[in-house]
């Protein structure tokens, strides 16, 4: 496996290399990641993995400082995967001038769910993902589902702006006791990570009730919120949406999702469960 920190050397390495397939990540990797990378095997050769903490979409006091950068344990993980190149830039190589050109998303995907409590975020994900496609040139980028709304993004930028690349959505990775896994579970204290399930536990019960045939979603937030409010979580959103367009459900929508975010001290953790209904998941 190759390492490259540089874009003229990554572009070497890549020219007129046959059907590559692409993960970007922001490193700090876990099972889930490499997941990723194994499902990208079975899509084509070179896989190429990117390792790049994106200052662009972070907020102001949010993570980006802190977010761990653990290149060598990735490097490692990833060549035990079978990636076969991984493109680790710095800030200055990725934006040496400021990044005065960025996606605008639309607002009603940019400012609903995370984006309402991340302004910016999904822009910044969106630019350095469409800068990222076009240094690797991949044909197939897979992306983990843990991130529901982030995929939408991915797939609407790659439809809009006419992208010749598959978008491959891979389910989320989970700990023995259901929690999603996720770089920032690092950052939980011991007694916040035996609660953090509960937030999974909320969203599977909402996807149960909704299967077996509630239909006043609003109650059932209300609910999940109640409960996790009472344990100490401060909630962002707990939202019942469509899972093709993540709007509101309609009682045509037989592929829902249901989505949350909420905070457990200074951690702020996202999980989603998909609903099909008359066609479990
Ligand atoms: O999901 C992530 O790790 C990041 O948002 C991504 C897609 C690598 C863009 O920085």
Known sequence: MHIHSRIADLRGALAGRGRIVFVPTMGNLHAGHVSLVKQAKRHGSPVVASIFVNPLQFGAGEDFERYPRTLSADSEKLAAAGCDIVFAPDVA???????????QVADNLANDLCGAFRPGHFSGVATVVLKLFNLVQPRVAVFGKKDFQQLRVIQDLVNQFNLPIDIVGVDTLREADGLAMSSRNGYLSEAERMQAPQLQRELAAIAA???AGERDFAALATTARRHLAMAGWRVDYIELRDAATLQAPTVDSRH??????????????????????????
């Open 209 to 211: 009730a909704v299967r």
């Open 256 to 281: 829902m999702v249901v989505l949350g975010a909420a905070r457990l001290g200074k951690t702020r953790l996202i999980d989603n469960i998909e609903i099909a209904l008359g066609n479990p998941l």
């Open 93 to 103: 190589e990725m934006y040496p001038l400021p990044q005065t050109f960025t996606v």
